[in-house]
Each structure stands twice: as C-alpha cells, then as structure tokens.
C-alpha cells in the first residue's frame, strides 16, 4: 500500500513539474561581455539543479576519501576489540573448565589486544589465576607486576587477589602488604576483612582474630556459630601462647563474654591450666559452675581427672553421684565415677562404674582403667582381656591420625 501511494505521487509530481514547464514562457539572460548567454527558465533551472547534484557528490566524495585514514583505524580498532572479547570469553570457558594452561595463554593473548583499563584488569587477573592454578609463581608475578605498573598501588581488584593468591602460596608478609593496600583503598570491605581474619588465623595472632571475628560479626558476614568457634580457637590459642599465672587467668577469665565462657574446649583448657600450676580446687569450682549451667558430657569427663585427695575427694565424688541422677547414661560421667572410687579406694564401686561406662559405650580408655584396677586386685586374666581391648579400640583411631 505505501509503494501505491509513492508510485501515484511520483506521477503526480511529474504532471506537475510537466504542466508548469509548458505555461513557463520566461527565460534568463546571462550577460559576460563581449557574450549574451539567453536560455529558457526551465533549462536554466534544470542545470542549475543538476550543477548543485554534481557539486554535492562531488563534495562527498572528496570528504569519504579524506576520512578514509581515520575510517580505517576505527575498523582495526573495532576489529582489535571484537578479537580482545573473543579471547577473553574463550579464556574464561578455559578457565572454568580446568584447562588453565589454555586459559593462562589466551588471557595472556587478550592482554596484549586490550586497549582500555577495564579490559587491561580483566584478562591480566585471569591470566594471573591461571598461572596461580599451574603453580607457576613465576608467571603469575610477572602479571601482577604488569597491573602494578599500569594501576599502581590503587588497583582493589589487583590488590585483593594478590592478597589470597600470596596467602595460599603461604607468603603471610606479602599477603598482609596486599591486604593492607586494599584496606587503605576501601576500609570497611567485608571480603578484605574475612581474608585477613584467615591470615591472622594461620599466623596464630589471637589478638587479631578476636578483633576481627567481633567486626565481622557486627557486619553479620560471620553467624553466631562460626563467630563462637573462631573465638574458641583464639582463645585456645592466647592460652598456650600466653601463659597465665592463677590471678592473671582468674582476671581474664572473669573479661571474656558469658557466652563464650561455655566453651568446652576453652574450660578444659582453663581447667587444665589451673590443674598445672597446683590449684586443682579451682579447676573444680571452674567445671561445677559450668556443668551446673549447661551439662556437657566432654566436661564431665575431665572432671575425674583433677587429682584432688582428702575431703575434696570425697565431695567431688558425692558431687558426681548427684549428677549421675540426671545423666545415669553418660558414659563419660560413669568414667569419672570409677576414677573418683578408684582414688578413694572403693575398689568395688570403681569397678561397678568402670563396667557401666563400658557397656554404655566401650572406649579404649574405660577398658584401660579398668584394666589397671583389676590388675591392682591381681586379676590378671580379666586384665589382660580389657587390655587387649582397649588396644583394639585405639588401633583403628591411631591409624587415623
């Protein structure tokens, strides 16, 4: 329909054009001494039309032929750029199919078409995880040397993966330089933080781990759970960094959250500590408090190990048959039991106990005890079978280790 309504209006407009040249009796008189030029109006509007045409493609043609240069250098930088993409696409499939050699090689190709920074960071990160993915320290180097000359030190991408590429590679110096530099370019970046807490940890820097699993649990990049372990390893830690006399650990203790007081591994820890320097009545006093407000079976268990004699002794076991009450299936508390009658030298209840722990769930170390006590009441064949045992019980976890 629309090229009907061109068709009729191109004849339209030739009718037109027709009409007016016939009713059109004027002319033009074009003077240059000594010549007359005289022509019709219709000519001389005719040639006037077809001189401007001329011109104008004329013109064109001139302006196509001196852009030409420039025209040129576009399409092989448009060209250059559709290659760069082409390669870099390719080595990111290579990449994430595990072949990084391919990977590291294209990258390393894309590098050398990329004309703006953007595309410059791009294919050098990847090219440098590739070479870190061959263990190629050498080669991946020279890539970050190659951002640090183009970037300087104010490149975050560059800065962060230098940090984790050093950290695996076990450079803990360089990757504390890294991370300081992305800190110093963006302060409060969650990622950077949780690098860094991994750092710490493998320095064994406890001051440091506790100071940066508290930030990032603020920021709620670490939950409860994973806050309270990475606590409990720092603190385990400061312990057999630092240690503490009875007052020093009695007033460190007393600073440390009520949350993270429940610790099992820290109490034993604290425990043991106190145990080592001669004050097992405080270690006592430590695990009542905690098994009093959280029963924990682990703890228990330590408890019959604290060596205490007299009158402590005796409350100490009285204590423990007031729990078993509670938990008469913790084989654990039936363990402490049996080493509490055996210091008291209730021979016959310890070995009631022993055999209890032993058949809610043997352990090698049950059958050990047990074993040494009947060894003490010269029963020497039901020995040697616990004995036997409890070494068929360890075999296979030492084997594990």
């Not at 695996?168 to 110096?173: F, I, K, N, Q, S």
């Not at 890294?178 to 710490?200: N, V």
Request: aromatic share 6%; net charge neutral.
């Amino acid at each position: 329909m629309r090229i009907l309504l061109w068709i009729i209006a191109l004849f339209a407009l030739a009718v037109g054009l027709t009409l007016f040249a016939q009713l059109n009796t004027g002319y033009v008189l074009v003077f240059l001494p000594p010549w007359r030029i005289e022509v019709s109006l219709n000519v001389f509007a005719m040639l006037t039309l077809i001189s401007i045409t001329l011109l104008y493609l004329l013109l064109r043609v001139i302006a196509e032929l001196g852009g030409l240069p420039h025209q040129v250098k576009q399409y092989r930088e448009r060209q250059k750029r559709e290659a760069s993409i082409q390669l870099e696409r390719e080595a990111r499939l290579a990449f994430f199919e595990g072949r990084y050699q391919r990977a590291e090689r294209l990258a390393g190709e894309a590098l050398n078409h990329s004309e703006n920074n953007d595309a410059y960071a791009v294919n050098a990160l990847l090219a440098t995880r590739a070479a870190h993915q061959m263990r190629d320290f050498a080669r991946r180097d020279q890539y970050l040397e190659k951002l640090q000359q183009r970037f300087g030190n104010q490149h975050l991408p560059a800065a962060m993966m230098a940090a984790e590429l050093y950290l695996d590679e076990r450079r803990y110096a360089d990757a504390s330089n890294a991370l300081a530099a992305a800190k110093q370019i963006s302060p409060k970046l969650t990622a950077a933080l949780q690098l860094e807490l991994r750092l710490r940890l493998r320095e064994e820097n406890p001051d440091a781990v506790l100071r940066l699993a508290e930030q990032l649990s603020k920021s709620e990049a670490l939950d409860a759970d994973q806050a309270r372990r990475i606590r409990n390893q720092a603190y385990l830690l400061k312990l057999k960094q630092q240690p503490l006399s009875c007052q020093q650990l009695k007033d460190w203790w007393n600073k440390l959250p009520s949350a993270d007081k429940a610790l099992p591994q820290l109490l034993e820890a604290v425990a043991d500590s106190y145990k080592s320097q001669g004050e097992p009545a405080l270690a006592r006093t430590l695990l009542e408090e905690s098994l009093h407000n959280e029963w924990s079976s682990t703890l228990a268990g330590r408890y019959g190990t604290l060596g205490l004699t007299g009158e402590a002794l005796i409350s100490q076991l009285q204590q423990a048959e007031l729990w078993l009450k509670q938990h008469p299936k913790d084989h654990l508390l039936l363990l402490t039991l049996g080493r509490l009658c055996r210091a008291s030298s209730l021979w016959g209840k310890a070995q009631t106990y022993l055999e209890a722990s032993i058949a809610v769930h043997p352990t090698a170390v049950a059958h050990s005890e047990l074993a040494e006590l009947l060894d003490s009441l010269d029963k020497n064949d039901a020995a040697s079978q616990h004995y036997r045992a409890s070494l068929a019980l360890a075999l296979p976890q030492a084997s594990l280790i």
